[in-house]
């Protein structure tokens, strides 16, 4: 089976497409584990509710960091109590992270590093990997990551420089590689130097679409599997096989 470790399928229906025509073409190319992030309290929700209807959907709760800011102490810590209320049910806390992408946020980063250590801690507890959002921040990231001690970190997306991919590898760590890929030289060169045992593949659905359209949906992960292949000179088969492995280790 093919697995998609990042998307947020539950955004599509505001997009105009179905969440179970998604579902479907999902199916269609045996794509058959679809881990959707939530990224505040009311899509954490939404989430849960959907993966009564679909098999494939495997909810991961949190909190993404700009959602964060907007919330209270008080709502922040009540959702981690929610999120432990569902520990059965899920199998990631994600998307949490770090995010600098506009200047202003400097103000805001010691706060967001509060917020993403309490959620980094809950995954530890729980022991439950933890979906990393680190944009423009990759570096103070990774350090906090480091200094909390967390061990089952997948990043997701990661667009820093190749010595900072060097470490998150060396640290036993995952990085889960966009369908964007396609044309993306950056998780070109991520899959050139990272083994396979730690890799995944996502889409970030209904963002980064292989073809740079809108919006994305899960069955496009294939994208991702099959540039892993190119580049790694194996069969689509064994890049499966493989990955699969990664997943059954890291969220099972
Ligand atoms: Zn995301």
Redesign the pocket.
């Given at each position: 089976m093919f697995i998609d470790t990042?998307c947020?399928l539950d955004m599509l229906e505001k997009e105009g497409v179905s969440i179970a025509d998604a579902i479907s073409h999902a199916r269609k190319v045996k794509v058959e584990a679809i881990v959707v992030?939530g990224v505040n309290p009311s899509h954490n929700r939404e989430i849960l509710e959907l993966a009564k209807k679909f098999d494939e959907i495997k909810p991961a709760l949190g909190m993404y960091p700009l959602d964060a800011l907007k919330l209270t102490d008080l709502v922040i810590e009540e959702e981690i109590e929610f999120i432990v209320k569902n520990k059965k049910k899920i199998y990631a806390i994600g998307?949490i992270g770090l995010d600098l992408k506009d200047e202003e946020l400097n103000d805001s980063f010691e706060k967001q590093k509060i917020i993403f250590e309490k959620f980094v801690r809950l995954g530890m507890k729980l022991n439950k990997p933890v979906i990393v959002?680190s944009r423009k921040a990759e570096l103070q990231t990774i350090e906090l990551l480091e200094k909390i001690g967390a061990k089952k970190v997948i990043m997701?997306c990661f667009s820093g420089k190749m010595k900072l991919v060097d470490r998150i590898v060396k640290n036993g760590w995952f990085l889960s590689i966009p369908a964007n890929i396609k044309y993306s030289e950056q998780f070109q060169d991520v899959v050139k130097r990272v083994p396979i045992e730690n890799l995944f593949c996502e889409t970030?659905s209904p963002?980064l679409h292989p073809d740079k359209k809108w919006p994305n949906e899960s069955a496009n992960v294939l994208e991702s599997y099959k540039k892993i292949a190119e580049i790694k000179g194996l069969k689509l088969k064994e890049v499966e096989k493989k990955i699969e492995e990664n997943y059954k280790n890291v969220f099972g």
């Open positions: 990042h947020h992030n998307e959002h997701h970030d963002y």
